[in-house]
Structures are given as C-alpha cells and as structure tokens.
C-alpha cells in the first residue's frame, strides 16, 4: 500500500523537476471547470441532460468538427465494460444541436480486432446508424507520424490517426472504472484508444512495455481531449476494465479539463486520484488536480461516496 | 472482385484499410482474393511491385504507408504467405523468412522471462514458451503468431528455409499457442487467465490459431476450440465469419461437422457483404472474397500437409 502511494508521489515530484529543467511544459490553465450530472439510468432523456449540462460550458462549436471517442473494450453480455451506446448517441445529437460542424464517433479497441463486432454486439452500431452518424475504426485509419512534446515514455514520436489529427473539438467520452493495471480508466487512459492497432498491434504492446501511466501522459500531451463526458450511470468496480462488478453510481461528469475530470471522477468512485500515479503526475503539467482550481458547474459534489472495491494491488487509492 | 480493383490506390498501387494509405496487410489481402478469382491464376509483376517495394533493407515489411513505419511481424508474414502463394522469386522472400526466424520477443530474453515468473504474474502464461510479437521488442501474441507459422510452414514445404533454428521457433510458436488457449477452448489476443478470470476467447484469434494449428488437429485444445468455433457462425462481422471460414476449410477431412458448418458459413457471409461497397476496410472485402471462393480455389491460410 505505502509502496503505491510513494511511486505516485516520486512520480509527481519527478514531473517537477522536468518543469524547472524545461522539459515539459506547463500547460495548466488557471481554472477548469467540471460539471456533474445526476442521472439514474440510460433510460432516461439524456439527450436533455446533456443539452442542459453542456450549455454550462458556452461552448462555441459553430463550424467545428467533432470527434466522440468512447472507451469500447469488448461486449461481455450482461456487463457494462463500455461507454453505454446511449449516452454516446445523446452527445452526437447534442453536440449537433450546439453548432457542431460534424460529428464523429471514434475508437480503435485494444484487444479485440474485430472493431465491427464490437459495435454491433454491443449496440452501437445500431444507435449510430439511427442518428445517421458515422463510426471511424481508429485501429484502421490512416496515420500520421507525430513527434512527441514529452518523453516519458523514451519514445520519441507516436504514429496516430488522421482522424484525430484532424478533429477540431476531441470529446474523450470513458466509462469509469477501476482497472487492473492502471488504478482506474478514466478520460487520459481511454486515449490508449486513439493509437491505432495497425501500426501497434491488439494489445498495443508497446505502450504497456514503455509503462502504462508514462504512456498514459505522453498520449494526452500529443493530442489532448478538449472534453471529457464520463460515463458514471452504472461504472464498473473491483477487477475493471472487463471482469468487475458493476456500480451504479448515477452520474455524468462534464469537463473542459481532462486531468480535473479524472480527479472529480476518482473522488466520486471515492479513491484518491493523488495515489494514481499518472493523475499525479499529470497535475503538476497537464491540467489542474487541485480543488482551488477546480470550478463545479451545476450540482456539488455529493457527499455519500461509498469507495469503489480495488484488486489488493491498488489497495492504496482507497482511503 | 469490382469492387476490389475499385479500392486499389491511385498512384503506386496497392490498398489501404480505409482511406488512401498503403497497408501490407490490405494489399496482400486484395492480391490474395484477385489471384484465387483469376482464371490463369497468375498475378503480374506490376501488381506485385508496390508491394515488393516496401519490403525493408532487413527483410520486414511495414505495416502501413512508406517504409519510414518500421518493421512489423503481422504484415511481413502475411506478405511472405501471400509472395509465395502467388508464386513470387524464392529470392525475393528469403530474407524475409530468416529475419521472421530471427526475430524474438522480449520473453526470449531470460531477465524478462525471471520477471514474468517472479514478478510480473497476474497473467497466466508460460514466458518460456514464446512466438512473435506485433513489433519488435514486445512479447508474443496469438495473431502474429498464428501468421508466421503459417508462412512458415509454407516455406518449409517449399524447401525455402532449413536449419535447427527453424524448427526450434516453428515448434516452440506451435507450443506458445497451445499454451495461451482459453480454458474452455478458443483463443484471444493472448491473455486466457488474468488475475485468476478466464477470459473470453475472440472467433478471428481462434480462427488464425487454428489454421495455424492444423498439423495438431488431434489435441484436445484444437477440437474443442473448432467445436466453440463452430458453434457461432452467427456472428454478425463479416471480418471474423471470413477468417472462421478460411480456417474451418482446412479442417473438412478430420472432421464431419465442417463441411455443414461452412455451408451455412458461406450463406451468411455472402448475406454481409451482399453490398460491399458498405464495408468499409478493404481487408474485410478480400477476406470475404477468399471465404466465398469456389472450394477448387486456394486456400492462402490452409497449412499445406
């Protein structure tokens, strides 16, 4: 337990130190601002929640096109491993609604390489071809050689999909979840996503063999998210990201900041987002952690969070 | 077959997955499914030429675009497989075939091999039985694995490559598969048991591991993964219902429910892609060509006995 919580900690006191030796840049704007949404069950009118959520942020879409990347693992019958097909549909529609150029839906499934079979299995194809709005396989897309700003990692460049490449606004829409390797997945660890399998494989074993929270922090300073919308309807606890149990926690989080997102989304699965490594790190460069520095749109943030089970591993992020 | 030649990349030549950029796999693919619907069964120099052009200085071919993508073991072996189906210069995949045998994954390495016994145990494998990566240096994983062997095994009947180290990696990838198999039979990408979980097997894994397992059809992991694979051909991806065919194929003489399975196989996938202009990655368009191809056709991925 002591062990986690000191990687995290070494880990953000290293991010410092890259700082004052201008290695990385600081990138954090002085406020972010995260709102979250109480929503008991997909069966309910999304689409105005979202509407109404969205328009805290005045947003301006006009023009823009739009990039939805969902976290879709594989279906497991009976489970929730992915962002629910409805609230992705809801977000299409509302971003749509909102001025949006165009929008896309995108993702590139790390273990399952049948990318239509994952759509299809678990409803969202369906849902995507009602609204009329396309689906891009990020696995199979043309990619683009892209330095990297930063070098946890050691890797000097990432090969990424034009589609991301060429997204004005990129919405990171995960499923909240502990996960067995990361601590939890949440809106920077569902970018893994974005990498395409055709130049790295299924798994993307690269990025695991680099380490999953460097990679993790080199991914989103390539291409950060512009918005996060996380799925918190029914999330998934102990052995995520595809053998917990689910947890119905009732929520949306918006976010203009992925980084504040991730840590509202950790303190409401009730764990320290401190304790996770590469939320720590990010919130010394990538975006803001701090409460200070976090503005909350709309509802508070609730105050009967029971914490989300953790494998003995992760034992560290409860409190 | 239309809609194939549509597909194929203005310019240099060769297809792409989705857009217009070069993929290995898409154009040996594409090249696979022109040469079983050609009446001379011949492929021209000239549509081999984009792909032969982006075999790299040390025998790899890229996955995608222009060779400055490195070197990947899925896309040189399918390339090799596909080179010698169609009847390409044993010289031109020589170098190709020792530097697949050459190539190892981490877990070849004994510090990385002490790590996954010791250390690093949440997934149940045995590190010392490995096969080849997607990348170079990463550990090894069913599909590309499943590939080489297959390219391999061709090139063993062919006479191209001999040599103690050939068959040493030819069994040891034949043991890593039976090794990485789900409990209840089937393959994923690699990861049967994690944290204690089995996980579920996926039908294009299973299907590659099979067709690359064919000499062991007589082992109890090989059946029961046939019968799970089987037992959906409901499967509403045209993609994995292709691949389930192509390997099933393989298996009609040792096995009697095959040839009803493949029959009911084949009216499915032709219901899939019956507009093809709707599927959107060009591998998908050729595997399903290949699937639906008269029976008197090669099969590319059948492991020649």
Redesign the interface.
């Known amino acids: 337990m002591f062990g986690g919580s000191l990687l995290a900690g070494t880990g953000a006191l290293a991010v410092r130190r890259m700082l004052s030796a201008g290695l990385v840049r600081d990138r954090r704007r002085a406020r972010s601002r995260v709102a979250i949404l109480h929503e008991d069950s997909y069966a309910g009118p999304l689409h105005r929640a979202l509407m109404e959520g969205l328009r805290l942020f005045d947003l301006d879409l006009r023009g823009k096109s739009v990039l939805l990347k969902p976290n879709l693992v594989e279906h497991i019958p009976g489970s929730e491993v992915n962002t629910n097909p409805r609230l992705v549909g809801a977000a299409a529609t509302a971003f749509l609604a909102l001025g949006a150029k165009t929008v896309l839906v995108g993702e590139g499934p790390g273990h399952q390489r049948d990318t239509v079979l994952v759509l299809a299995e678990g409803g969202l194809e369906a849902e995507l071809r009602e609204r009329r709005i396309r689906f891009v396989d990020l696995n199979r897309d043309e990619v683009r050689k892209v330095p990297l700003q930063t070098s946890f990692t050691g890797l000097d460049c990432l090969w990424l999909p034009r589609t991301v490449l060429e997204s004005d606004f990129i919405v990171s829409m995960p499923k909240m979840k502990t996960h067995h390797w990361a601590g939890v997945t949440l809106s920077m660890k569902n970018l893994f996503g974005a990498v395409p399998g055709v130049a790295y494989g299924w798994p993307k074993n690269l990025l695991h063999c680099k380490g999953i929270d460097r990679s993790i922090l080199d991914i989103n300073a390539a291409v950060p998210a512009h918005f996060v919308i996380a799925d918190g309807i029914v999330g998934m606890e102990g052995n995520g990201p595809l053998h917990g149990a689910p947890r119905n926690l009732g929520r949306i989080v918006l976010a203009d900041d992925p980084v504040a997102a991730d840590f509202v989304c950790t303190r409401l699965m009730g764990l320290n987002p401190l304790r996770v490594k590469h939320l720590a790190q990010a919130a010394e460069f990538l975006g803001n952690g701090s409460p200070e520095r976090i503005l909350h749109l709309g509802e508070g943030f609730p105050t009967d969070t029971q914490p989300f089970e953790v494998l003995p591993e992760f034992a560290h992020l409860r409190p | 077959m239309g809609e194939i030649w549509r597909r194929i990349l203005p310019g240099a030549g060769g297809w792409?997955?989705?857009?217009?950029?070069f993929?290995t796999?898409a154009t040996s693919l594409a090249l696979l499914a022109l040469y079983a619907s050609s009446s001379d069964s011949k492929v021209t120099p000239a549509e081999l030429a984009p792909l032969m052009a982006r075999q790299l200085p040390n025998g790899l071919w890229p996955?995608?675009?222009d060779r400055?993508?490195g070197g990947?073991l899925?896309a040189t072996a399918i390339a090799v497989n596909t080179l010698m189906v169609l009847g390409a210069a044993p010289e031109t995949v020589a170098a190709s075939l020792v530097a697949l045998v050459q190539s190892r994954p981490?877990e070849a390495s004994w510090l990385v091999r002490l790590k996954f016994r010791f250390s690093d145990r949440?997934v149940r494998f045995d590190p010392t039985k490995y096969g080849w990566?997607?990348?170079p240096?990463?550990?090894s994983?069913v599909?590309?694995t499943s590939m080489v062997l297959i390219a391999l095994e061709r090139a063993k009947n062919r006479g191209l490559i001999h040599g103690g180290e050939f068959w040493y990696r030819l069994n040891l990838g034949a043991e890593m598969l039976l090794d990485r198999a789900c409990p209840d039979g089937g393959w994923?990408?690699g990861?049967a048991v994690?944290?204690g979980?089995p996980?579920?097997p996926?039908?294009?894994?299973t299907a590659l591991a099979l067709a690359a397992l064919r000499f062991h059809y007589h082992l109890h992991t090989v059946n029961s993964s046939l019968t799970w694979m089987l037992n959906r051909l409901d499967?509403?991806?045209?993609?994995?219902l292709a691949w389930v065919i192509l390997a099933a194929a393989a298996y009609k003489k040792v096995r009697s429910d095959v040839s009803p399975a493949l029959d009911i196989a084949r009216d499915r996938l032709a219901i899939l892609v019956g507009d093809p202009r709707s599927v959107?990655?060009t591998?998908?368009i050729a595997l399903a060509a290949l699937a639906l191809a008269p029976e008197t056709a090669i099969n590319p991925f059948e492991v020649e006995m």
Do not use: F, I, K
């Not at chain 2, 792409?16 to 950029?21: A, Y």
């Not at chain 2, 499967?235 to 994995?240: E, I, K, L, Q, R």
């Open positions: 792409g997955h989705c857009g217009t950029q993929g796999d996955a995608v675009g400055t993508a990947n899925w981490l949440q990566p997607w990348v240096d990463t550990v994983w599909m590309p994923n990408a990861n994690v944290y979980v996980l579920r996926h039908l294009d894994a499967c509403p991806s045209a993609y994995s959107e990655d591998s998908t």
